[in-house]
């Protein structure tokens, strides 16, 4: 049976269509058929999927009485409508149709929202919701959703995880327009608008939303689906698809400001992320690896300043600013991450001198290089392999800690400091110059090994003995990696640790010592001072107060009396955890600045506009 006799059975029989009709209709439009369903030719089903649409919304969803239309009838017509939507060719008749929805549709909504959860058909919202998203070619925006939503937030917000985390699943395309949807809905564009003032009370209401999401997405473990939609699709490609690339930016930069603007359980998320999913290691990982190999193909062409996409290079700096965010703090969870970061030496063989004259594709870059030499740090990759695999004899001899400090210092004296002076001051300066929204262990040995390479470059000490790259480091390691194929990634899932229960309950195993006084003087210029941590020099997320008038980030003053004992780290004299008070008005004015810079940036949800899915 085709959409042309459903047409003609609606043009020349009055009598509504019956329960049984419905079900056999629901079958025959199934997209598996159709090229049975909807021959003989575009033009007559397009045609045809108009007027029968049309039909159904007039006749059916609009439908006030019960007694004509129940609404589990409503329901099977949306499962119809949205059979055609999955017909590409077709989407803009149903479209023109569902464009006639009305209110009296919108109530129908609303009741069976209120009525006994039907297994077998689901929820009508949902849908309702699949069905938009369909016509829209899966472009539908998170300002949308709200408003179908009808401003619920919370509810908005469970939508798209139901349609993500459906079983069997949606198509592809549709569960990554629901990741940039979450996207949308943990920006503070989401929440207020471009002329209203950002204070206190609506800050509350803000990250009350973003708690609500948090613990949401840690119930449902949401990261893990995602990192097991989108992993298939990079492993099965060698290049990174459009859509994957986006998507997975689009959960990256979810995953951040969940944690940016939450005002509890922040370090519970983070662990999270890297202790109880696979993103990291997975998606993550797999995708800067594929995205530097297709960019070292494109530096070695001639015409590198206008080959090199922007989106390429952006994509590849913000993963690296992602498992700088999952990894800081980490201790040895983070450092086990380093075996299975290939990409690490593949971008210190780049050479990008072929873009130091374009100013934009070199800002990116600056930013690509400044995000790895900060994983670095969060994963302390220079100061020594102990702990990093059980025997050190299998970690490839790229990544060890000697061959890094090597490649390091090789990569800034050829690639950064041969570019002159002002060039390598800009590359230093971002180094120790942290983004508010960024967390980097500036305390770490890796930091101040790689603050000194800048310093002895500045001052003329690489010049004279330019280190020698060692031989092995000439090839390109993404064949020597560990299997990453998803059985084994199936495997490493069962046996991450959970950390979803108690954050406290975590061993990190992480060393936190004061940041020396010369990184500090020099670090977050932009960046009010009393928002610093006095320990770490980062951005507080929980500041508290000593009674000696210093304030701390207290996940990070914690680890310190936990492993140094009870003892100031500035003062040296005794400080133990129930001296520390939180600052309350602190946290609310850099909440309220965050959030304020934030809103001064673009709108990341609209960066999905750029791609044709």
Known sequence: MSIVELDARIASNPAPLSEEELEYWIAESDIARSKEFYAPDKETAKQCVGRVS?????????????????????????????????????????????????????DSMKKEGTMPFDSELGRMSEHVLVLLMRVCQYKLKAAQVHEFAENNTQFAVQLLLAILLKEPPYEFELRCNCISGLL????????????????VHSCEGFTTKIDFTLNLMLRLQSVQVVNDVLLPQLLDSNTVPSIVHVALCN???????????????????????????????????????????????????????SAVPNDMVQGIGLALKFCSFATFHMGRHGRCVRPLCGFIHDLLQLSIRSVVYNPQLSGLMLTVFTNLFHFLC????????????????????????????????????????????????????????????????????????????????????????????PAQNEKRLLGDMPSLAAPAQQEKKKKKKVAVEQAGAVELGQQITVKSSSVASASNASVPKEFLC????????????????????????????????????????????????????????????????????????????????
Not at 186 to 198: E, I, R
Not at 256 to 285: E, K
């Open 534 to 613: 006095a320990l770490s020099g980062n951005t507080m997320k929980n500041p508290v107060y000593s009674p000696y008038g210093h304030t701390f980030d207290r996940e990070t003053i914690e680890l310190w009396i936990k492993q140094q004992g009870s003892v100031c780290p500035i003062t040296g004299k005794p400080l133990s955890l129930d001296q520390l008070q939180p600052h309350k008005q602190l946290q609310q004015q850099i909440m309220t600045a965050v959030i304020q810079q934030s809103m001064a940036d673009f709108n990341q949800e609209e960066a999905a506009d750029l791609y044709d899915f």
């Open 54 to 106: 049309s039909n159904f919304v007039d006749i059916y969803l609009n439908n006030a009485n019960p007694n004509e239309v129940p609404l589990r009838r409503k329901t099977k017509f949306c499962l119809v409508l949205n059979n055609f939507a999955l017909h590409k060719p077709v989407r803009n008749s149903v479209f023109n149709a569902i464009k006639n929805l009305s209110g009296i549709f919108e």
């Open 184 to 199: 949308g809905f943990t920006q503070p564009q989401a929440f207020f608008s471009a002329d209203q003032a950002v204070e």
């Open 378 to 469: 969060n994963v302390d990759a220079l100061a020594g392999d102990d702990g990093v695999v059980e025997d050190v004899s299998e970690l490839i001899p790229e990544l060890t800690s000697e061959n890094l400090k090597q490649s390091i210092q090789a990569f800034l004296a050829k690639e950064v400091a041969s570019c002159g002076a002002p060039f390598l001051d800009a590359w230093h300066n971002k180094f120790i110059s942290v983004d508010t929204d960024a967390l980097v262990s500036q305390e770490c040995v890796t930091f101040q090994l790689i603050d000194s390479f800048y310093t002895a470059l500045k001052v003329g000490s690489a010049a004279a003995a330019q280190p020698a790259v």
């Open 251 to 305: 959960m990256m930069r979810c995953i951040m400001n969940i944690f940016q603007f939450c005002s509890q359980g922040a370090t519970q998320w983070r662990q999270h992320v890297l202790l109880s999913t696979t993103l990291v290691d997975g998606a993550v990982a797999i995708y800067i690896q594929s995205q530097t190999n297709a960019l070292q193909s494109l530096l070695e062409l001639t015409t590198a300043n």
